[in-house]
């Protein structure tokens, strides 16, 4: 029987990155349930992937602060851009944020598969378990047993079940004794309380808006919708809530006390929202649209809420609208800067499979590709010293 010398589970961004960067010396494997590598890069973005984002740093993620800050400086958004660049791939920038594929991710999967071709696809390949005998790992899966002498668990979260996601990873993890964060949806709308009911009503709608939510402060667009809320905003405000409330300001670069100073009009027209979202919210904050000029001090104290208005989600879309799974494998169990098994050695774990998420904004494109580098370097410097033995 074959016994390849990295066996890699699933074919994702975390996968294919850390294949593209192992010695072509080395047999190696990649197992995906897929009939096609990739199948969540080719989605995402709206087909043209957000790789990345001008600015990185731990701060935009929730996880383990070490083993974070130890992955992006391995493996920065630099060094991804670099290595996109010297395989001919440019990517925009969009709201001098994001980088995008210019024309769709079709771009960096080819690159990936390019510089991963020394690795052998075993696709529609299904993990049933994992366990280790005499050194090796034997993955039973629905074409049988395989061996290896190093195993990399990259088999993301438990979002986008129509497209294989699973707990597999987890459960690999717990049968050799390591501590998990059960997976819960993560960068996914969410749900209202009745007394924010209002808000469904403006369903479609979009505003830019700043939201507090335990010490972040995320600034980006928030959509209304029929469920609930939505949007870049509130996506990256579900990875951060827990259960306690958040406050929105609806007018981040304007104030509200000096729109009103001296004006004459009604309160619905010198706020800058659209009509139908500055009459529901005075609605909200129990203010009648009155003329400007006729407000009191206690009117005042009202439309404070506008900058400050604090209310509790009653949950959120769950995972057939999550973007990602927040948990995994607990950082504890890892070496922070190899991200080996501390309990069983050549067992790794990378990417989504990790209790670390980021926000929205290319940040978990980004701990994928970085991760999976980290685990690539520390295998080829074993792979290294076992040579140098032999010589």
Known sequence: MKIYDVLILGGGASSLMCASHLKPSLNIAIIDNNPKLASKIKISGGGKCNITNVEVSSHNFDG??????????????????????????????????????????????DVLKK?????????????????????????????GIIKSKKLVV???????????????????????????????????GMTLQPAQFW????SGLSCYVNIKVEDKLLKEEMLFAH????????????????????????????????LISGSKKLLSSVIPLPKRLSKALLQAIEVQDIECKKITKEIKLKLEAIHNY??????????????????????????????????????????EVVDVTGELGGYNFQWAFSS?????????????????KLI
């Open 227 to 258: 469920k609930g809320i939505s949007g870049p905003a509130i996506l990256s405000a579900s990875l951060y809530w827990k259960k306690a409330k958040l406050s929105i300001n609806f007018l981040p670069n304007d104030n509200i006390f000096k």
């Open 154 to 188: 990259a088999t993301g979260g438990k979002s986008f079940k129509t497209l294989g996601a699973s707990e597999i990873g987890l459960s690999i993890a717990k049968d050799f004794g390591l501590s998990v964060k059960e997976f819960t949806p993560a960068l996914v």
């Open 310 to 351: 604090e209310f509790a989600p009653a949950g959120n879309f769950g995972f057939t609208k999550a973007e990602v799974s927040r948990g995994g494998i607990l950082a504890d169990e890892l070496h922070h800067t190899t991200l080996e098994s501390k309990k069983v050695n050549d067992l790794y774990f990378i990417g």
């Open 199 to 202: 808000m469904k009503e403006l």
């Open 115 to 143: 510089n991963s071709k020394h690795s052998e696809y075993l696709l529609n390949t299904t993990v049933q378990s994992v366990q280790k005998k005499n050194e090796l790992f034997e993955v039973q899966t629905s074409r």
């Open 64 to 109: 383990e602060v070490e083993l974070v800050d130890h992955a992006l400086k391995a493996y920065s958004k630099d060094d991804l851009l670099r290595f996109l660049e010297r395989n001919n791939v440019e990517p925009v920038i969009r709201k001098n944020r994001y980088y995008f594929c210019r024309n769709s991710s079709d771009e960096i999967i």
């Open 372 to 388: 999976g580098v980290v685990c690539a370097q520390d295998i080829n410097k074993v792979a290294l010293r076992d040579t140098s």
